[in-house]
């Protein structure tokens, strides 16, 4: 697999991953138009897992959690019938790689909180991925699931946040911070 990062959305790449995106999440996904806001703010970036003939097979949306000096990854999706073949793994050591290169300290993610098996398969996974589970449940106040902070540090900070309540901070701040750049971006239409 090949693995590009994107800090702009190209129509055909991002058409591509838009489609997967809508496959992977048919319900319970950020608008199009929130994500799209994050790149025009310059804090959004596209991690593409393509196969030998260029298809987008992987995929992941993150931000910049500035404050937190993190990526954030917001989703990632594989094809559903390549599923359970590594593609998953291989595209968040892209990411981590990508991660690095920016001189970022970690990576953030939030996992659903409930134990339903599809939930705890997705914590495993990025438990394997090298990210531990923080103790904290969040709830917000627009879904009705609940959610945990997983964070991966690189270990080149020793403030680098830990703690799911201050880990969700982050996660919020730089939701927060997408859906302004969302509405700006509708109120300049």
């Known amino acids: 697999m090949i693995c590009r990062t994107m800090d702009r959305l190209d129509g055909s790449c991002w058409q591509e991953a838009l489609e997967l995106y809508h496959e992977a999440f048919p319900n319970g996904r950020k608008p199009d138009r929130i994500i799209e806001a994050t790149f025009e703010m310059g804090i959004g970036l596209l991690h593409l897992g393509l196969n030998e ?3 987008v097979d992987a995929m992941a949306v993150s931000g910049i959690a500035r404050e937190a000096n993190a990526l954030l990854i917001d989703y990632l999706a594989v094809r559903a019938s390549l599923r359970g073949n590594g593609l998953g793994s291989q595209l968040v050591e892209a990411i981590a790689a990508e991660a ?3 001189k970022l300290d970690g990576i953030i993610i939030e996992v ?7 939930d705890l398969a997705r914590i495993r996974f990025w438990e394997r991925c090298g990210f531990t589970l923080s103790e904290y449940v969040h709830k917000y106040i627009w879904v009705p699931e ?3 902070a997983m964070y991966r540090s690189f270990g080149t900070n020793p403030n680098f946040p830990t703690d799911g309540e201050e880990l969700f901070r982050h996660i919020g ?9 969302s509405r700006r971006q509708q109120e300049h239409r």
């Open 173 to 181: 701040g730089f939701h927060a911070q997408a859906f302004r750049g």
């Open 100 to 102: 690095r290169e920016r």
């Open 112 to 118: 659903e909180a409930g134990l339903e098996p599809e």
């Open 146 to 148: 609940r959610y945990r």
């Open 53 to 55: 003939n260029g298809r």
